[in-house]
């Protein structure tokens, strides 16, 4: 890092105004961390034979392997290998804006797939089927991999696969992928409240697998709120395959800046075969600032040995001190419980009770009210009551 700062300061790259405008935060004799291990592509299959070339609908297997920087297979290596395969390099010219340079590049951002794989012993594969939208004219594609075992790191790419032209086999599917919608995590139950800044949670599958290399006109994974098609969010970077698998995956987006009050998002996934599916949530956005509970329950109800109680707020991401006061219907308190939790989404559920009163005791059968009072890290509070009944 110190050389390369020591080269932008020279006379003869830099002019008068900005030789002196780039600073290097930190120690310059670090190096950066790259992977000590290499990640290289043994072989690639369609339908069982050795091939070079990745045809649109092939399926497809490629075999890897991890090695020292010595050449040796690093047979102790066990972890996770994550690969992107890309279609071929696109020109891309500036838009000469703002008095800038017209200039063309080239740029490999067409991704044909990502995911993941297990690695065993320093050995891995993963397939896929090839989409329908890949540039039919044949040139070298990319593999890009990157791979962490509990010690260790690998990173690699391989440019020497060639992408193009059609599979001579024909894939017979006119159904579109499944979709489920969440925010945050898969507790979202639609509706639900959220604060300004959720996660689009996205899980899909499909038997072909997903379309993510945005070729095609109108392909694109996107998504939409409250029917704002003029301000598409293109999604096709942010879907990752499963482990071990391209018929499912993920996809998480992070939104930002919502308005106040109730919204609906109406996601479009295509499969490889340029087959389309849509799904809709809705939910109502709360600022932050304003902590609320929008519901209070537990389960079972009616209890007879145990319960938990569960409650949705709009502080994802929070720590708070959860505190639950259970009364008789005529209001005598009969058992009080107090944790601290770590939020990950809109909807807690792990406080249990056992059906006790302080004292240990074993609460008659009855209706009882409960109240939860929460209350963040930085002062924020909220509660909100409910009923539960006990049977024996």
Sequence with gaps: ??????????????????????????????????????I??????????LTDTLKALANVQIYGSIHELSGEKATSFNGTVYMEVFDKP????????????NAT???????????????????????????????????????????SSSTLDASGYDKSIIIGGMSKNILNDNEGPNIHLFMNDQKFVNGQ???????????????????????????DIVAVIDGDTESPMILNDFYEANLNTYKSGVIRYPLSGLSEGN???????????NNSSTSSIDFEVVKSSKFIINQVYNYPNPMSEATTFAFVHNQSGKE??????????????QRNIQKNIATEGYRT?????????SHGNRLRQGIYIFRVTLRTTDGLTAEKTGKLVIIH
Excluded at 193 to 219: F, M, Q, W
Excluded at 320 to 333: A, C, P, W
Excluded at 349 to 357: A, F, K, L, R
Aim: proline letters at 2%.
């Design 90 to 101: 696109e020109n891309i010219t500036t838009l000469e804006s703002n008095g800038g340079l």
């Design 193 to 219: 409240t959220t604060d300004e800044n959720p996660v689009l949670l996205a899980l899909v599958s499909d038997s072909i697998g997903i379309n993510t290399i945005g070729n095609g006109i109108g392909h």
């Design 263 to 273: 919204h609906t998002l109406q996601i479009k996934v295509w499969d490889v075969c």
């Design 320 to 333: 708070m001190n959860v505190k639950i006061d259970i009364f008789s219907i005529d209001g005598r308190l």
């Design 1 to 38: 890092m110190g050389d390369v700062i020591r080269l932008s300061k020279r006379e003869n790259i830099s002019d008068g105004n900005n030789e002196r405008r780039f600073i290097l935060l930190g120690d310059p004799a670090l190096s950066i961390a790259f992977p000590r291990l290499n």
């Design 105 to 147: 590049f080239q740029l490999q951002k067409s991704v044909l797939y990502k995911g993941k794989a297990q690695v065993v012993n320093g050995n891995f594969s993963f397939n896929f089927i090839v989409p329908k939208d890949i540039a039919y004219q044949y040139g070298n594609g990319k593999l890009s991999y990157y791979a």
């Design 349 to 357: 559920d792990i406080i249990g009770w056992d059906g006790n009163d």
């Design 40 to 49: 290289l592509t043994d072989s690639v299959t369609t339908y069982g034979e």
